[in-house]
């Protein structure tokens, strides 16, 4: 059987957990590795593999607690922290993490921030500090996540889509992505943007107010806003992000976020 096979068998019926564990601590050291992935690309669709998340949910049954060390910190956990960071051609600083079963690509740097297991970060991408990339986030190439920006993790159940931010995105500091939103080529988020399946967004560029639910266009620039509800209590604002622009195309990408934030009075 193929590993794909023994984990989604032991998920379903945890009495074949013992057998199943070469192949479930096989399957995180591919993603550590970066040799699988919790979700892939193909075509315009994100596509998420079920058993490997379910390969990291066993994963956890199967390790131990155990006390860590790095320097003078110490820690009391189950999933060590990854390690041949200068053979991976990555930056971390300290006291940033990389968890074991993350996969960052050469040229990806970490702040004092936080990268959990399952996650993929492309290279070229910042990680600022108090930043997280939740568990099975998927990161592209060239994105600028700032200060404190909180990437959700979407680990169950297995076939929920995590949260995916594609190249050349922007994160203004301490906005907020979750519920597997996708944030899509070259998008800016403002400071202090939360973002959920749940919550539309308002795009307000045309006549008239037109909601999106689930992901950021390619290229928006996103901001924080409100909306009017109606409550027994009376009418209140929600917040409800608000699309009010879209970047400009250029092949200097640098330009053209600079030429973004300056236009549309961006705080990030």
Same mark, same amino acid.
């Given at each position: 059987?193929? #590993?794909?096979?023994?984990?989604?068998a032991a998920y379903e019926d945890l009495s074949l957990l013992d057998q199943a564990e070469p192949a479930v601590r096989r399957t995180i050291a591919a993603l550590?590795?970066?040799?699988?992935?919790?979700?892939? !690309?193909?075509?315009?669709?994100?596509?998420?593999?079920?058993?490997? !998340?379910? =390969?990291? *949910? &066993?994963?956890?049954?199967?390790?131990?607690?155990?006390?860590?060390?790095?320097?003078?910190?110490?820690?009391?956990? !189950?999933?060590?922290?990854?390690? +041949? &960071?200068? =053979?991976?051609?990555?930056?971390?600083?300290?006291?940033?993490? *990389?968890?074991? @079963?993350?996969?960052? /690509?050469?040229?990806?740097?970490?702040?004092? @921030?936080?990268?959990?297991?399952?996650?993929? *970060? $492309?290279?070229?991408?910042? *990680? +600022?500090?108090?930043?997280?990339?939740?568990?099975?986030?998927?990161?592209?190439?060239?994105?600028?996540?700032?200060?404190?920006?909180?990437?959700?993790?979407?680990?169950?159940?297995?076939?929920?889509?995590?949260?995916?931010?594609? +190249? $050349?995105?922007? &994160?203004?500091?301490?906005?907020?992505?979750?519920?597997?939103?996708?944030?899509? !080529? @070259? =998008?800016? %988020?403002?400071?202090?943007?939360?973002?959920?399946?749940?919550?539309?967004?308002? #795009?307000?560029?045309?006549?008239?107010?037109?909601?999106?639910?689930?992901?950021?266009?390619?290229?928006?620039?996103?901001?924080?806003?409100?909306?009017?509800? /109606?409550?027994?209590?009376?009418?209140?604002? %929600?917040?409800?992000? %608000?699309?009010?622009?879209?970047?400009?195309?250029?092949? +200097?990408?640098?330009?053209?976020?600079?030429?973004? &934030?300056?236009?549309?009075?961006?705080?990030?």
């Open positions: 059987m193929a #590993d794909s096979e023994i984990i989604e550590d590795a970066g040799e699988v992935r919790v979700a892939e !690309k193909v075509g315009d669709t994100w596509l998420v593999n079920d058993w490997v !998340k379910e =390969a990291i *949910v &066993l994963y956890f049954r199967l390790a131990g607690m155990e006390t860590m060390t790095a320097g003078p910190f110490e820690y009391y956990d !189950k999933i060590p922290t990854k390690t +041949d &960071l200068e =053979a991976a051609g990555i930056r971390v600083v300290p006291p940033g993490t *990389v968890r074991y @079963g993350a996969y960052c /690509e050469p040229g990806v740097v970490v702040m004092p @921030g936080y990268v959990n297991i399952g996650a993929y *970060v $492309g290279s070229g991408t910042m *990680v +600022d500090t108090w930043a997280t990339v939740g568990s099975c986030a998927q990161i592209g190439r060239d994105v600028h996540i700032s200060g404190g920006v909180g990437i959700g993790g979407v680990l169950e159940p297995p076939n929920a889509r995590p949260v995916i931010i594609e +190249d $050349g995105a922007f &994160l203004g500091s301490r906005s907020i992505v979750v519920e597997g939103v996708i944030v899509e !080529k @070259g =998008a800016v %988020l403002g400071a202090n943007t939360m973002l959920s399946a749940s919550v539309p967004i308002i #795009d307000v560029t045309g006549s008239e107010p037109i909601a999106i639910r689930g992901r950021v266009p390619a290229n928006a620039v996103i901001v924080p806003g409100t909306r009017p509800k /109606e409550f027994p209590a009376g009418i209140y604002q %929600l917040q409800a992000p %608000l699309l009010i622009g879209y970047r400009s195309e250029s092949t +200097d990408r640098k330009t053209s976020l600079n030429d973004a &934030l300056r236009t549309f009075e961006v705080e990030v």
